[in-house]
């Protein structure tokens, strides 16, 4: 045994240099160290105009960001999956993204505001499984996926892989992920995709690979569904938005809102409050690989390459809330898509 | 060493031949992942396509190691098919690899690779190379006593026995388990008698609970032939090993409440004198025979075999108390020695400041045991045993940390098994990996019961004035000896047990001599004496003020041993000076 545990630690000494070598090529680029945000985009508002039941606490716009990785993640995949499958997806590239811009998105908040200990609990649950299910994924692709890979989606499971993966991205756009119907995609797995075609291992492989995920999933859904209703309140599906103009208006919440926010922005609308808050508002733009970083009358957080599209780039930056209509002006007029505007 | 620890990495790695325990997977599953991942990188750096080469050594010992921990639970490699059904398939198999213990006996595909298939043996007498002869060199568990004897021999019957011992003209040194550490099993150029092999049981009543032995059987033996009668040995020592023969001639004792010595449960015994003659001998039947036998160190004559009292097998819980050492007397008069459901009791001394104890009691109950096994099951190694001892005896930092935190841990779980299991340890715990630097060695004294507090001063004292390592001194009760000529037990007395860490330079060695004859006197000075079966650095004058009848034993011998043919080291050193 002596032999085999000096094997061991050169195997976990290799290991751990390796995986050393590995971190000198981030996944996410902060711009600075710590906060980069001025502290005056972090005051609260002391007498907010909209109503007590439509405010949310300022530092959610921050908050959410992990959560909201957890859709852009399975965006590209969905997006990845129709020209090549699964198998050679960076899972663990996505892994170190959610981790990193957590901490980055936290290191503007820590100081500004009274700790939320139910939301950093729920972001390390959805963290923690995530990251367990796409490692399991990941070293799964490898010894396994791999033998049977075709690179292209041939496979009639492939590519229903890349259908219930876009499903399931434009459902949890407005539903929570644990609503998504599950056992009707295994029933149809299993009903609707011809058990017969070329790459014959592929099929079978991939059968396998997708009857645990949609079982698995299922099973967790079940369970996260219950432990939520049990420990948080059903959300409401607007934002409440005061504009400058002095008049209250109900704005899609979610994934709807940059659309409808950057409308009433090239109408001329300026905001006022956006659930009750004037402080800084987060959002994420798309931009080409060498495209610009940063913007007036906003700050840039961090940026993101897109781990499945090296020609793009995820900008996530922030900026108060009376500078938010000047800004998605700004980047309409320059044709850079908002992905998101995180609406607390 | 335990037969896998011999073979190479690459037969458990790649070979799906026998079984390997959890911790063996997972320090395999340890090496075997980080490896895959040094290598998928490296490789990957060259060129994607170079990854696929250790795909076929991942997948072989991946196979390998989960089918040997797959044979651990007497199951065929067949069960890895269960991967193929998504969810619970590799749920199980995960189960099966990582968690479930393998079965405790050995199975169709090998024996249980944690268990050990029987207790710890010296081996036999060692051969010399190259020499013709039927020289051989005889050494004890300390492996510090080697003696060269002119041969072995082995009866299997009595009547062979009392043939050897009759026409022999050489002298003769007798042997069992020879777990006694200072050469009292051999002597230069004897012939030495291993008594191993006369292990039978002659009779076994249990309902008069008397069991007939060749003295060449270990209790083990015995806790096994009387464990199904629910019966248990009524007096033995800790640990099984022993061969009966020897622990009667040192007349050994345990951590019995209520008894003593071993003399006090042998009913009788049968002897071989000097000239071959055998002679049975009880308290009341050639009472001066059985009382210069049992205790004696083959001083007149070899122990054949011998008549044992049994008692009930009953459970027994531990529980704890840890208290100043000056309380301690006073604690055992008035919570141990009348209470008659105490069936075990050892108080240890904490080193290095000697301050401080921790009185162990087991008392009778009718609780489910917590363990699964009646008798003490068998382990082919004791890592963490080795670590705790190694530990406490390195610095006093070891010794603090057993006395705060190590035993306060291990004394915290709830404890109940039978008697006999309680009685059954393995001498292998207590083995070091290796005695070229050190070893652990016993000594033992023995004071009358109000003596204690006097004793145990002086004693504190002189292993703090020689800086010896004292990993443990153990304290046990016995009552007064019915009459051995080498009675250590003169009244009722309290036993010191020394557990200490010595050199094995020769420097060391002497060092240890000194501090014992220190100690020994500190023993007389109460009116106590000092155990025999250790290192014999008395000298002639404090054995025979620690053994006054020792006048008595060898007049005796000179009348049935006229040619001093029993000998061992301890006759060479006390009787021959005479």
Known sequence: MKRLYALILASLALAAGIALIQTRSPTTFAVGQGRVLPAEWLQPNPNPATPKADIRPADQTFLTFPEWFLVFSPEEQALAFQNRTSTAFPFMAHVAQFWQSYRIVNDQIKDAFPVNASYHVMICVIGVSTTVEYALKATYEALVGRLTDTGAPITAEDRYNAEYMADYVAFIKDHPWYEFDYSTRFKSLWTSTPLVGGSFMRKMERRYFLTTELIAKLLYAKLIGFGTHQAYDRPLPTTAVVLVKDSLVHLPRYDRFAQAAGTLAARGEAFKEIAGNTSAILLSVLVPAYGPTAFEDSRTLFTQPLASDPTRKRVVLAAPVPFLDRLLVRLGQANLPVEHVFDY | MAWNDKLPVSYLLFTPKGRINRFTYWSTSVFIWPSFYVLFNLLGWLSPSATWLIYPPLFWALYCTATKRLHDGNRSAHWLWMLFLPIAGPLVIIFLLGFMKGTFQGNRFGPNPDAAPDYFKNPDAEKIPNLKSEERIVNDVTQLNPVLVSKVAAPQTIEELRDIIRTTDKFICIG????????????????????????????????????????????????????????????????????????????????????????????????????????????????????????????????????LDLEANVAVRRSHVKMRRDTYKQYFFSKVRENKDVVFHNGDIYPPLYRNMRAVIWIRTVEKPTVKTRLMPLAAAYPLERYFIGAFSKSAFGKWRREYLIDPLVFAVKRIHYRNYEAGYDVLELEPESRKQCTYVLQEYFVAVEKFDAFSTLMAEIFQRHKVNVINVSIRHAKADSGSLLAWAKEEVFAFVVWYKQGTADADKGAVAVWTRELIDAALSQGGSYYLPYQPHATAEQFHRAYPRAKQLFALKKKLDPSFKFRNVLWDTYYKAD
């Open chain 2, 176 to 307: 069992g388990g020879r777990f006694s550490m200072g050469g009292q099993t051999a002597s230069p150029n004897a012939l030495h008698i291993d008594m191993r092999k006369l292990d039978k049981v002659i009779a076994f009543s249990p309902g008069e609970r008397t069991i007939k032995v060749q003295a060449g059987i270990r209790w083990c033996d015995i806790q096994k032939h009387v464990d199904a009668h629910d019966l248990s040995i009524k007096v033995m020592q800790t640990y099984a090993n022993f061969t009966v023969g020897g622990s009667l001639s040192v007349n050994c004792h345990g951590r019995y409440i209520g008894l003593g010595p071993v003399i006090l449960s042998v009913r009788s015994l049968d002897a071989i004198l000097a000239n071959g003659d055998l002679v049975h001998a009880s308290p009341t039947e050639n009472p001066d025979i059985f009382f210069a036998c049992v205790g004696c160190y083959n001083a007149i004559a070899v122990i054949a075999q011998v008549e």
